[in-house]
DNA sequence: GTGTAAATAAGAATTGTTCTCAAACAGAAA
DNA sequence: TTTCTGTTTGAGAACAATTCTTATTTACAC
């Protein structure tokens, strides 16, 4: 039967989905996507599993891209790229940041270093050279 | 009369406001600092005027911390430091980013870097040794 | 004075997110 | 099986940050 994994819990399809994928998507888009497979899927219940995943660490918050903020179930430090085009976030993986500047940072200013993010943001490969946008 | 600037343009007032802060506020801490000076200013007149800085590149935004987008006026690329205790957001001034990160970002995803944004997360001097008593 | 375009106040509308609560569920115990 | 208990969920109300709308005010040219 086809009964397969519908009938368990959504929370584990939230996050295999998250996992699945690497366009560190928002809440609506994980909803989006699971949509089809569990049709009684609630929003409310991406957003309380996506915050639940984060409180464990299982996933991690890249911050709010233009007002939606974006997961990433890839926990381990990486760099980002954020495209002011069409708001894709990219991995960086090439690109490493240099632990002195942690504890640079660290020392700099007596505290303690839990976590960086270092993201650069522009115009990625296609929106550097979009087709002209024409306002009618 | 006394009547002088106050009746001007709160435009640069909000700017300005902004610029002689290092705290980072966000559109809600501004409308608070400036209230008192000019009773009649409109909290829709701080966003409107924040978002237009930012688009012409007078400010720029730090993200939102716990759901409220931070702005800096302090334009020149700098580290930050997020206080996961206190919540502050400090200026690590000390610290640059290599130039051959962004170098590497930009061409490993053969797109253009317009900016980036390296910022540290964890606990500050005061935060990380709490309850800490001066000499009296 | 009049005309005009920019800036604003006020608050309504929108939007992403969180909260509430009753119902459904999973597994243990009887 | 049936009952019990704590967990997970759907539906949508509530919320907060931000944006939008509209009428009013301002600055300035004529």
């Given at each position: 039967?086809?009964?397969?994994?519908?009938?368990?819990?959504?929370?584990?399809?939230?996050?295999?989905?998250?996992?699945?994928?690497?366009?560190?998507?928002?809440?609506e888009w994980v909803f989006e996507?699971?949509?089809?497979?569990?049709?009684?899927?609630?929003l409310g219940t991406v957003y309380?599993?996506?915050?639940?995943?984060?409180?464990?660490?299982?996933i991690i918050s890249l911050g709010?891209?233009?007002?939606?903020?974006?997961?990433?179930?890839?926990?381990?430090?990486?760099?980002?790229?954020?495209?002011?085009?069409?708001?894709?976030?990219?991995?960086?993986?090439?690109?490493?940041?240099?632990?002195?500047?942690?504890?640079?940072?660290?020392?700099?200013?007596?505290?303690?270093?839990?976590?960086?993010?270092?993201?650069?943001?522009?115009?990625?490969?296609?929106?550097?050279?979009?087709?002209?946008?024409?306002?009618?």
């Amino acid at each position: 039967m086809e009964t397969t994994a519908k009938r368990f819990r959504k929370r584990e399809a939230i996050l295999a989905c998250l996992q699945g994928t690497t366009s560190h998507p928002g809440a609506e888009w994980v909803f989006e996507q699971l949509k089809p497979q569990i049709p009684d899927l609630s929003l409310g219940t991406v957003y309380r599993n996506l915050s639940l995943f984060k409180e464990q660490g299982k996933i991690i918050s890249l911050g709010t891209v233009k007002g939606v903020e974006r997961f990433d179930a890839n926990t381990a430090p990486h760099v980002h790229f954020i495209c002011n085009g069409c708001g894709r976030v990219l991995d960086l993986a090439q690109i490493q940041v240099p632990t002195q500047l942690s504890d640079a940072a660290a020392s700099s200013m007596g505290g303690r270093v839990d976590s960086c993010q270092l993201t650069f943001a522009g115009l990625c490969g296609a929106c550097k050279t979009p087709y002209k946008e024409e306002t009618p």
